[in-house]
C-alpha cells in the first residue's frame, strides 16, 4: 500500500452525538485503496501548542464517490480545532496506513460478530461494508445511552445490532464483553458453532475480548488505539508486546490477532 501526503478537501464535518464528530473528506485516491482497519494521520490546523498529527480510523470509505468518513472524538485542543473545521477548507494528510482487518480466510456461512466499545466503533462499520459473506452481528458498547455510536449505520448494512451501556439506559446492562458471553452461550447451543471476532475500543475491554475468545477457542482480530507520533513507524513510540517481540501499532497493526497480543 502506498500511502502518502496529501491535502483534501473537507465536505462536511458536524456533531453526531455528544462530543463525537463525523468529518467527511473529498479524497478519491484515498477512497479507492483504503481498507478497513486502516488509518490516516490528520494534521491539526491552527491549534496552540498541537505539534503532532491525530491519527484517525476510516470509518467509511466509498470509492465511487471518491470520499472517506471519519469518526472522532473530540478530547483536547487538537481534535477541537478539527471540530472547528468547515466544508471546503483544506486539510493535510497522510494516509492510508497500517494493516487493516483480514477476511480472506472466512468460511462462507461464518457469523461475524464486530464488538465495539465507544469511538472504537469507527473501523467496524468499514468492516461492516466490506463483510459480503455471511451473518454479521454488531455489539456496541457505551457508558450511557447518549454515548451511544452508529446503530443506525450498521443497521442500514443489514447487521444485527445488540447495544450494551454500563448504566443500563439502553439494551444490555453491562459491559460489551459481558453481552458477547451471553450472545455466546446462547449461539453456542446451535449445531454450526463458527463466529468470527472483530473488536476495536479501549485497552481494557481488547484484553477481556482476548480473554472470552480464548476461552471459548475463537479467531479473534482487534484493532488497537494508541497515541502515535509519527504514524509510519519510525518513532518507535506505539509499540506493544507480542509473541513475536515488539511491534509497532503503526506498521505491524493497528489490527493484531488476539492470541498474538501479550495481554
Same mark, same amino acid.
Request: glycine share 10%; net charge positive; aromatic share 4%.
Given at each position: 500500500?502506498?500511502? $502518502?501526503?496529501?491535502?483534501?478537501? #473537507?465536505?462536511?464535518?458536524?456533531?453526531?452525538?455528544? $462530543?463525537?464528530?463525523?468529518?467527511?473528506?473529498?479524497?478519491?485516491?484515498? %477512497?479507492?485503496?483504503?481498507?478497513?482497519?486502516?488509518?490516516?494521520?490528520?494534521?491539526?490546523?491552527?491549534?496552540?501548542?498541537?505539534?503532532?498529527?491525530?491519527?484517525?480510523?476510516?470509518?467509511?470509505?466509498?470509492?465511487?464517490?471518491?470520499? #472517506?468518513?471519519?469518526?472522532?472524538?473530540?478530547?483536547? =485542543?487538537?481534535?477541537? %480545532?478539527?471540530?472547528?473545521?468547515?466544508?471546503?477548507?483544506?486539510?493535510?494528510?497522510?494516509? =492510508?496506513?497500517?494493516?487493516?482487518?483480514?477476511?480472506?480466510?472466512?468460511?462462507?456461512?461464518?457469523?461475524?460478530?464486530?464488538?465495539?466499545?465507544?469511538?472504537?466503533? %469507527?473501523?467496524?462499520?468499514?468492516?461492516?461494508?466490506?463483510?459480503?459473506?455471511?451473518?454479521?452481528?454488531?455489539?456496541?458498547?457505551?457508558?450511557?445511552?447518549?454515548?451511544?455510536?452508529?446503530?443506525?449505520? +450498521?443497521?442500514?448494512?443489514?447487521?444485527?445490532?445488540?447495544?450494551?451501556?454500563?448504566?443500563?439506559?439502553?439494551?444490555?446492562?453491562?459491559?460489551?464483553?459481558?453481552?458477547?458471553?451471553?450472545?455466546?452461550?446462547?449461539?453456542?447451543?446451535?449445531?454450526?458453532?463458527?463466529?468470527?471476532?472483530?473488536?476495536?475500543?479501549?485497552? =481494557?475491554?481488547?484484553?477481556?475480548?482476548?480473554?472470552?475468545?480464548?476461552?471459548?477457542?475463537?479467531?479473534?482480530?482487534?484493532?488497537?488505539?494508541?497515541?502515535?507520533?509519527?504514524?509510519?513507524?519510525?518513532?518507535?513510540?506505539?509499540?506493544?508486546?507480542?509473541?513475536?517481540?515488539?511491534? $509497532?501499532?503503526?506498521?505491524?497493526?493497528?489490527? +493484531? $490477532?488476539?492470541?498474538?497480543?501479550?495481554?
Amino acid at each position: 500500500m502506498n500511502a $502518502r501526503q496529501t491535502k483534501v478537501t #473537507i465536505k462536511t464535518n458536524e456533531r453526531i452525538a455528544h $462530543r463525537y464528530c463525523r468529518l467527511v473528506l473529498a479524497a478519491p485516491s484515498l %477512497a479507492r485503496t483504503a481498507r478497513p482497519g486502516n488509518f490516516i494521520m490528520v494534521k491539526v490546523p491552527d491549534a496552540a501548542g498541537v505539534l503532532l498529527r491525530r491519527p484517525l480510523s476510516i470509518h467509511r470509505a466509498e470509492a465511487a464517490r471518491g470520499r #472517506i468518513e471519519l469518526l472522532y472524538e473530540i478530547v483536547g =485542543p487538537g481534535t477541537d %480545532a478539527l471540530s472547528r473545521k468547515r466544508s471546503g477548507d483544506l486539510i493535510d494528510v497522510i494516509g =492510508p496506513l497500517g494493516n487493516g482487518f483480514d477476511v480472506r480466510t472466512r468460511a462462507r456461512d461464518a457469523l461475524n460478530i464486530l464488538v465495539a466499545g465507544g469511538v472504537g466503533v %469507527a473501523p467496524l462499520v468499514f468492516l461492516a461494508q466490506r463483510l459480503k459473506k455471511g451473518k454479521v452481528l454488531a455489539l456496541i458498547g457505551a457508558r450511557a445511552e447518549a454515548h451511544i455510536l452508529c446503530a443506525g449505520d +450498521f443497521r442500514r448494512l443489514g447487521c444485527e445490532v445488540r447495544i450494551a451501556t454500563d448504566d443500563g439506559s439502553a439494551g444490555f446492562r453491562g459491559r460489551v464483553t459481558d453481552l458477547l458471553e451471553d450472545v455466546l452461550m446462547r449461539i453456542r447451543r446451535k449445531k454450526d458453532f463458527r463466529p468470527v471476532l472483530y473488536g476495536c475500543g479501549p485497552a =481494557p475491554m481488547l484484553k477481556a475480548m482476548a480473554r472470552v475468545c480464548r476461552e471459548n477457542r475463537l479467531q479473534s482480530q482487534v484493532s488497537l488505539e494508541s497515541h502515535m507520533a509519527c504514524g509510519i513507524g519510525a518513532c518507535l513510540g506505539c509499540v506493544v508486546q507480542t509473541t513475536r517481540g515488539y511491534e $509497532r501499532v503503526c506498521k505491524e497493526g493497528p489490527v +493484531f $490477532r488476539t492470541d498474538d497480543l501479550v495481554w
